[in-house]
């Protein structure tokens, strides 16, 4: 039986890719951090089938606890500080929990078991200030904010420690991915519940930053297929994981909306609080290299994606509203 090891696992992607690797008969260790109230809303269905395991990304003796423990096979280091829009009033919170973390877990998996396969979530945010379009595995870096930076910190660590140690380690530089589990501070999650809440009469406009920024957005459970695809082969290395298509906010707004028989026209207010000090105007990602050497594809499109989530909003809320 094989054991991974998974930070971030009650966040979004760590909850899919936990039920992914569960179902191809995996042990699965979950690192949580102490909470006072704690939240399994993603994990609810699995909650127990995961060996729970207790830690902290800026504490590296418990991280080295947890690898000693699980002994994985597979470590995927999915937690940080992940919203953007926070990384401006939290700087070095982010710097701590998206940058630094990252080398004390190389280092826990160096020191307690250097010849497990590591995976670390890379992201596009990296390329920030786009010096070329699409974006691949070798275009520079230009991030545009302080999550952005510790991003690019943890991309390079991870590099580093693979060239310096001989360690498996793999860097997957993920575009948007969204899905009915992230969380509601993105920009697509927040227009799908507000569509939700509208067109149940709960809600009555909904107040955006910036329309015209364009992204590459895919579906979550697509994307964790690539970061156990990326362990699976017979070397280390890093890519780029994306759709290769680009939508703007505006054309997401007009998308849920209009799935709903809405016009968001007659709703949507802009609010300089959602707009940025630095903005990244768009993301589109090349995933060649992942289609050819990881056999990877998308399965759900963006309007496919964009519909999913509208209905499970709906769903939720208006079970919500029976209670
Ligand atoms: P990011 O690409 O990781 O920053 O993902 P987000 O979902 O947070 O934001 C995607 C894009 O949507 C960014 O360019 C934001 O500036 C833009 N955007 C426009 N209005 C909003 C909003 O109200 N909330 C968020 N989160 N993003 C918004």
Redesign the pocket.
């Known amino acids: 039986m094989k054991r991974a090891l998974i930070t971030g696992v009650t966040g979004q992607d760590g909850s899919y890719l936990a039920e992914f690797l569960l179902e191809k008969g995996y042990k699965v260790y979950g690192l949580r951090r102490r909470t006072s109230t704690p939240n399994y809303e993603n994990v609810q269905k699995i909650k127990d089938q995961i060996e729970w395991l207790s830690g902290d990304l800026t504490d590296m003796a418990s991280l080295m606890e947890a690898v000693r423990v699980s002994q994985p096979d597979e470590v995927y280091n999915l937690a940080a500080q992940s919203?953007?829009?926070a990384s401006w009033p939290q700087p070095l919170a982010t710097g701590h929990m998206t940058a630094i973390s990252v080398t004390n877990m190389l280092e826990a998996v160096r020191l307690m078991k250097p010849d497990a396969k590591y995976y670390q979530a890379s992201s596009s945010?990296m390329f920030g200030k786009v010096q070329e379009t699409p974006q691949r595995e070798t275009t520079p870096f230009y991030p545009r904010s302080p999550y952005g930076v510790a991003k690019v910190y943890g991309h390079w660590i991870t590099v580093n420690y693979r060239e310096s140690f001989n360690m498996f380690a793999c860097s997957g530089i993920l575009f948007?991915h969204e899905s009915p589990r992230r969380g509601l501070?993105?920009?697509?999650r927040?227009v799908t519940d507000a569509v939700a809440r509208i067109k149940l009469g709960l809600q009555t406009d909904l107040k955006?930053?910036?329309?015209d920024?364009l992204?590459d957005w895919g579906f979550a459970g697509d994307y964790v297929k690539a970061m156990w695809l990326m362990l699976q082969q017979e070397e280390p290395d890093d890519y780029v994981i994306a759709t290769g298509e680009m939508h703007s906010?505006r054309e997401l707004l007009e998308t849920a909306f209009s799935y709903v028989d809405l016009n968001y026209r007659d709703y949507v207010i802009i609010d300089s609080q959602?707009v940025?000090p630095a903005?990244?105007d768009l993301l589109l990602g090349d995933c060649n290299k992942a289609k050819e050497r990881l056999g990877w594809e998308i399965e759900l499109s963006f309007k496919q994606l964009i519909h999913m989530m509208v209905d499970e909003d709906l769903r939720r809320v208006q079970a919500e509203q029976k209670y």
């Open positions: 919203y953007v829009a945010e948007n501070e993105f920009v697509t927040k955006m930053g910036n329309l920024a992204r906010v959602f940025r903005e990244v």
